[in-house]
């Protein structure tokens, strides 16, 4: 089923958090992640005709956006940066990334 959502996470970026969070716990999971991953297939069920989409247009304005938490993961407390950028409006690119270690203030994330 994890292996299914990390393939799908390519063209459907909405489910990258999740997935990633219920992949860290294949080894030991519990019925917690199971149900976790029972609604995305839901979800995926019901936004199967939805996906990105590029129109052809003349606007080609590269935007970009970044932001970051301090320690919002409550399971570990590290902190999480995250950005997209956009040419027009069109997604280009995108990264979501947890710091390795724990920040002890909000300068330090």
């Known amino acids: 089923m994890i ?5 799908l996470i390519a063209s459907k970026p909405d489910i990258m958090f999740t997935t990633c969070i219920c992949a860290r716990y294949q080894a030991d999971p519990k019925e917690s992640h199971l149900l976790a991953v029972k ?19 003349k606007d080609f304005e590269l935007i970009g956006y970044s932001d970051a938490d301090f320690t919002g ?16 409006s069109r997604l280009v690119s995108w990264t979501s990334k947890k710091k390795n270690t724990e920040s002890t203030s909000t300068t330090e994330a």
């Open 3 to 7: 292996g299914s959502l990390l393939y």
């Open 39 to 57: 609604r995305m297939f839901r979800y995926l069920k019901g936004t199967a005709k939805h996906g990105l989409w590029y129109p052809k247009d």
């Open 73 to 88: 993961c409550k399971m570990d407390r590290k902190s999480t940066t995250g950005g997209c950028q956009l040419l027009g």
